[in-house]
């Protein structure tokens, strides 16, 4: 059976028993016509939420969203969360913005004036001025006129962020300070998470959510006779009552299990009776986890090697990188791309998106089982790929995060460079995790002066404390450069000022500043009255 046999499943009983959803949904977004028309609204802030475990169809309701709200003539800016992206700063907040400002007619550069490089590095784009990093707050200020004038100028707006419980960080904690500002715009936010996966970061986003009125709207299992419907759209209205109940049972009403269930059944022309049991909970067995790899591994080594390729590099994947770490050709890889889409592993045909898998589970899955040498070697190929391709060292960095440290050179100047990207894009936190596993690798010894003091100045305005630490650290190494090591001490009496340590940073700088500074450096340390 093709891929046109699924479409038409969901054709036929498209979101059974989400009525209450789409009844929320058809709400907010009648709310929000009136709102661009100027009638005030009464949804509180116009947000959205559709929560539940993984496989209960939080994506379909995306996807109806996206259809409703087209359909309707509003704009709609998405992104989408990745497992394994979630170290990469901005990403989720890329994928919203970055479309709009691409099918623009007027220049980037004139579109976000005076904001530009404030907001470039965030917004992946290439700052005029990189010689000095913009603060956090002046960052998320700055998203939120570039989300308010494409607001303004696209009206009606909606937001879809699926996925949300792996969005980055930094992409988390602007959407949470602009969703509580946004009640006056012309805009809906709609979200779908997995509330119980949510990081510790996100408390924040969860008390906005739970202002909300009766949102979050938290999606429920199908039940027996929703499920029999699917399997019976598939092979037909004879299957027996006893052969459904047990398709629920198997499936335990996961919308996504149902459907590839039934697919499943179809495919081997089962009709639904009793003695077809067995062979019904075989094809349920491969639907996920170890049935899904072993129905994975049936397609052969290159193709196995593909699926893993595709999974290290998270959605969605080149093609041409994802051939380059499984170490295959491009038209083994091709072919192997094929063999996923007819197994439905990788949905859809190529686009200009990359691969996609059919659904997160099966992501999750085939990644989990990459034995740990083959994943790290791959994550490793993935970091020197994606650099060659001139992604960027950020795009390189997440990968060197999920490999052993080595104490290679190469692995820590790609670190720094990521932390300058981050720090450039207004995301210290970010900066703090690759130095400190730059750090670890570790660095030769006469650079580990200078890597404490960038991991200081990423570390200044989230922990002064940690940065007073750092900072001696530094003073402890062999510091050849008198400039780095007034520098050093420039920085360690801000942070002490800043930790109400006065009288000790004064200490430090008459000892230290007076006799090793350059002039430069020791004229801001006048300034600031340490000498």
Same mark, same amino acid.
């Not at 570039?146 to 960080?169: E, G, I, N, S, Y």
């Not at 299992?221 to 009552?241: H, K, N, T, W």
């Not at 000790?504 to 004229?523: C, I």
């Given at each position: ?10 054709? &036929? ?70 497992? =394994? ?30 904001? #530009? ?75 779908? #998470? ?19 009125? =009766? ?7 199908? &039940? ?44 081997? =022309? ?11 909970? =075989? ?83 085939? #990644? ?53 990207? #981050? ?109």
């Amino acid at each position: 059976m093709t891929h046109g046999a699924r479409q038409s499943i969901i054709e &036929s009983c498209p979101l059974l028993e989400r009525d209450r959803e789409l009844q929320a949904l058809d709400s907010a977004l009648s709310e929000l016509r009136d709102a661009a028309d100027g009638v005030p609204r009464t949804l509180p802030g116009g947000l959205l939420a559709f929560t539940g475990p993984a496989g209960l169809g939080k994506s379909a309701l995306m996807a109806e969203a996206r259809t409703r709200a087209t359909t309707r003539g509003f704009t709609v800016l998405s992104g989408r969360g990745g497992e =394994n992206e979630q170290e990469s700063a901005f990403r989720v907040v890329r994928q919203l913005v970055q479309p709009a400002l691409a099918l623009m007619d007027e220049d980037v550069h004139v579109f976000l004036g005076s904001w #530009y490089d404030i907001v470039a590095g965030a917004l992946g784009l290439e700052a005029t001025d990189t010689a000095h990093a913009p603060d956090p707050t002046g960052v998320r200020d700055g998203l939120d006129w570039v989300m308010t004038r494409l607001t303004v100028r696209k009206a009606p707006v909606v937001l879809l962020l699926d996925d949300l419980h792996w969005a980055d960080v930094e992409s988390l904690g602007w959407l949470t300070s602009f969703a509580s500002r946004a009640a006056d715009l012309p805009l809906l936010i709609v979200v779908a #998470y997995r509330p119980d996966e949510l990081p510790p970061e996100a408390a924040a986003f969860r008390a906005l959510v739970a202002r909300h009125g =009766n949102r979050p709207q938290a999606l429920a299992p199908l &039940s027996a006779p929703a499920v029999a419907r699917i399997v019976r759209d598939e092979v037909g209205d004879g299957a027996e009552d006893d052969f459904c109940e047990e398709c629920w049972t198997v499936t335990g009403g996961s919308p996504f299990e149902a459907v590839e269930l039934a697919i499943g059944l179809g495919e081997r =022309n089962l009709k639904g009776t009793q003695d077809e049991l067995p062979a019904m909970r =075989n094809v349920a067995a491969a639907v996920k986890g170890p049935g899904l790899i072993e129905r994975l591994r049936r397609l052969g080594t290159t193709t196995v090697h593909f699926a893993y390729a595709a999974a290290v590099l998270g959605a969605p994947a080149a093609p041409e990188l994802a051939a380059t770490i499984a170490v295959v050709g491009s038209e083994e890889a091709a072919e192997a791309a094929e063999r996923l889409r007819a197994a439905r592993i990788l949905a859809g045909s190529p686009g200009p998106g990359g691969l996609e898998f059919v659904h997160p589970l099966i992501a999750t899955t085939i #990644y989990r089982s990459i034995p740990s040498h083959l994943r790290v070697g791959m994550h490793d190929a993935a970091s020197q790929a994606v650099l060659a391709a001139g992604l960027g060292a950020s795009a390189a960095a997440r990968h060197l995060l999920e490999v052993p440290c080595d104490g290679r050179p190469e692995v820590v100047e790609c670190l720094r460079k990521a932390a300058r990207e #981050y720090l450039r894009a207004g995301a210290p936190e970010a900066a703090r995790r690759v130095l400190a596993r730059a750090l670890q690798e570790p660095p030769v010894t006469e650079d580990r002066a200078e890597l404490l003091h960038e991991i200081a100045g990423a570390t200044f305005l989230m922990d002064p404390t940690a940065t007073v630490t750092h900072l001696r650290e530094a003073l402890a190494e062999p510091v050849a450069d008198p400039d780095l090591r007034a520098s050093i001490v420039y920085r360690l009496t801000q942070a002490l000022a800043h930790t109400d340590q006065l009288a000790e940073a004064a200490t430090v700088a008459a000892e230290e500043a007076h006799h090793t500074a350059s002039p430069r450096v020791r004229l801001r340390m006048q300034a600031d009255h340490f000498v």
